[in-house]
């Protein structure tokens, strides 16, 4: 474990389903996001908070819905997704952000949407 | 718009051998650079991060270098091991660019026993 943990490890959810990706650290780090990886594509960023504030939005469509009640949890609300949203859903914190220090990644939750 | 590129896409090597892995970036304004290794289907383990002031970082049979005026870094990595055969990622965070981490498409890496 890296001291980035991320819940569920899979999640299969049908395109009219709700459902919540969480993430958590307890690496003191102030800065948290939502990376997405597709199959044959590079890792995008979705959304950045830095002391539980958004500060970064990557164009991302309405049906992700981030929420960051605390500098250690992150969570990202799914609903009414589309199939080509499929993909590895990673999380990441920082002490900060745009930080000298680096990124810790959890392990993922891998997303089909049926 | 910063573009990472990672060469070669794909290697695979006998157990024992020395590599190199490539990594360049168009716009040297950068914090840092870091490089992840990722197993199929998991998420990303960090391996070295070199801060823009640095030119090289070193752990265990790993060394990266960063020559930032020329937009390249390198991943060496000694006597090569079946346990090191995974997708290895290449990524920059720009001064211009706020919390932006952007990565390379990566290079995937088989040892051979």
């Known amino acids: 474990e890296t001291g980035v943990t991320q819940t569920p490890r899979h999640l299969v959810m049908g395109m009219t389903n709700k459902k919540s990706l969480k993430c958590e650290q307890h690496?003191?780090?102030?800065?948290m996001y939502w990376y997405k990886q597709s199959a044959k594509k590079p890792l995008e960023l979705m959304f950045v908070y830095n002391f539980k504030e958004q500060t970064e939005n990557n164009s991302v469509p309405s049906r992700f819905s981030p929420e960051c009640p605390n500098s250690s949890h992150l969570f990202l609300h799914l609903h009414t997704l589309q199939p080509e949203d499929s993909a590895l859903y990673l999380c990441?914190?920082?002490?900060?952000?745009?930080?000298?220090?680096?990124?810790?990644f959890g392990s993922g939750t891998r997303l089909t949407v049926v | 718009k910063q573009e990472v590129t990672q060469i070669p896409a794909a290697l695979s090597v006998p157990e024992g051998e020395n590599l190199v892995l490539n990594c360049s970036f168009t716009?040297?304004?950068?914090?840092?650079l870091q490089w992840f290794r990722q197993d199929p289907g998991k998420g990303l383990t960090s391996l070295l991060l070199?801060?823009?002031?640095?030119r090289e970082q070193t752990s265990g049979r790993l060394n990266a270098s960063l020559d930032k005026s020329s937009g390249r870094s390198t991943l060496y990595i000694a006597a090569s091991q079946p346990g090191d055969s995974a997708t290895y990622l290449c990524a920059v965070i720009q001064e211009t660019s706020g919390s932006r981490l952007t990565f390379g498409e990566g290079t995937q890496l088989t040892v051979n026993p």
């Open positions: 070199i801060q823009s002031s640095q």
């Open positions: 990441a914190s920082s002490p900060r952000a745009a930080t000298l220090y680096g990124y810790t």
């Open positions: 716009d040297s304004a950068i914090y840092n």
């Open positions: 690496l003191g780090h102030n800065a």
